[in-house]
Nanobody, 120 residues
Framework: QVQLQESGPGLVKPSQTLSLTCTVS????????YYWSWKRQPPGKGLEWM?????????NYNPSLKSRTSISRDTSKNQFTLQLSSVTPEDTAVYYC????????????WGQGTQVTVSS
């Protein structure tokens, strides 16, 4: 059973960089065919795919967020990390990590989500 767990600060100030880590257990992030994604859901809105890192370390990003988003990984810790720069209150959302067989769909495992609020 694969499990994903998001971690990071729940409060970030405007203009700072949001950094979240997803720790994976029960499966390796280097296993072929899988993508490890970040998604978010702002209050009252739908889920938005932010980007993904593939098993080989290659990345894909949502074009609307690409200039501010970076996804990296630490294979020794079986973790992958999201960084979102220059945040504004509009980046307030519940952030999720997930595993899928495509960069932005076909998810089979999700983290429980973590609330991030951008406020001074």
């Amino acid at each position: 059973q694969v499990q994903l767990q998001e971690s990071g600060p729940g409060l970030v100030k405007p203009s700072q960089t949001l950094s979240l880590t997803c720790t994976v257990s029960g499966g390796s992030i280097t296993t072929k065919s899988y993508y490890w994604s970040w998604k978010r859901q702002p209050p009252g809105k739908g889920l938005e795919w932010m980007g993904a890192i593939r098993y080989d370390g290659s990345t894909n990003y949502n074009p609307s967020l690409k200039s501010r988003t970076s996804i990296s990984r630490d294979t020794s810790k079986n973790q992958f990390t999201l960084q979102l720069s220059s945040v504004t209150p509009e980046d307030t959302a519940v952030y999720y990590c997930a595993r899928g067989t495509k960069a932005n769909s076909d998810y089979d495992y999700w983290g429980q989500g973590t609330q991030v609020t951008v406020s001074s």
